[in-house]
T-cell receptor, first 109, second 114 residues
Framework: GQNIDQPTEMTATEGAIVQINCTYQTSGFNGLFWYQQHAGEAPTFLSYNVLDGLEEKGRFSSFLSRSKGYSYLLLKELQMKDSASYLCAVADSNYQLIWGAGTKLIIKP | IAGITQAPTSQILAAGRRMTLRCTQDMRHNAMYWYRQDLGLGLRLIHYSNTAGTTGKGEVPDGYSVSRANTDDFPLTLASAVPSQTSVYFC?????????????FGPGTRLTVL
């Protein structure tokens, strides 16, 4: 079966760095997405990885290892507004997105 | 209109009733999607459409139907609602299916079936 695993909840301190991990087992792989979702709102796109390595975009970076079925989202210089859920999604062989349940990130002052 | 709109924002529905959730996008995207989001579960694809005039079944299509008469609109119909269909429903669109094409999401419809 297809499966995306990520931690349910994480807590971090304002100004710090946090890494949110995602492991996947899917029928085919056509890229991995990270989305941010604030409570009561729609998901919004953060990043896309299809090749191994690190993609950096401002305070956010995303890493992919296809051989390990593993990705992480790295958030630096955490701000209170980063409190949200972070969703990992993999595009399978049919280009349909398989979604993890999301990681709720709580930022403390 | 800017982006994707959904209506209604929320709805309480008696079991057995018919309900249509509306979704409209103004980005001229070819692909559109309907997801449901339940606590503790990831977004699950209900139905999708790669282009106007075509639709396909996702992971959880039972009890739902869709149509795609034109590029902009992608309504989702519950023919006879059941309590297990209580959920938050998101409509999304992308330029095309595949590649790095990010999906843009509407604000969601919170549906409660009693």
């Amino acid at each position: 079966g297809q499966n995306i695993d990520q931690p349910t909840e994480m807590t971090a301190t304002e100004g710090a760095i946090v890494q949110i991990n995602c492991t996947y087992q899917t029928s085919g792989f056509n890229g991995l997405f990270w989305y941010q979702q604030h409570a009561g709102e729609a998901p919004t796109f953060l990043s896309y990885n299809v090749l191994d390595g690190l993609e950096e975009k401002g305070r956010f970076s995303s890493f992919l290892s296809r051989s390990k079925g593993y990705s992480y989202l790295l958030l630096k210089e955490l701000q209170m507004k980063d409190s949200a859920s972070y969703l990992c999604a993999v595009a399978d062989s049919n280009y349909q997105l398989i979604w993890g349940a999301g990681t709720k990130l709580i930022i403390k002052p | 209109i800017a982006g994707i709109t959904q209506a209604p924002t929320s709805q309480i529905l008696a079991a057995g009733r018919r309900m249509t959730l509306r979704c409209t996008q103004d980005m001229r995207h070819n692909a559109m999607y309907w997801y449901r989001q339940d606590l503790g579960l990831g977004l699950r694809l209900i139905h999708y459409s790669n282009t106007a005039g075509t639709t396909g079944k996702g992971e959880v299509p039972d009890g739902y139907s869709v149509s795609r008469a034109n590029t902009d609109d992608f309504p989702l119909t519950l023919a006879s609602a059941v309590p297990s269909q209580t959920s938050v429903y998101f409509c999304a669109s992308s330029d095309s299916q595949g590649g790095s094409n990010e999906q843009f999401f509407g604000p969601g419809t919170r549906l409660t079936v009693l």
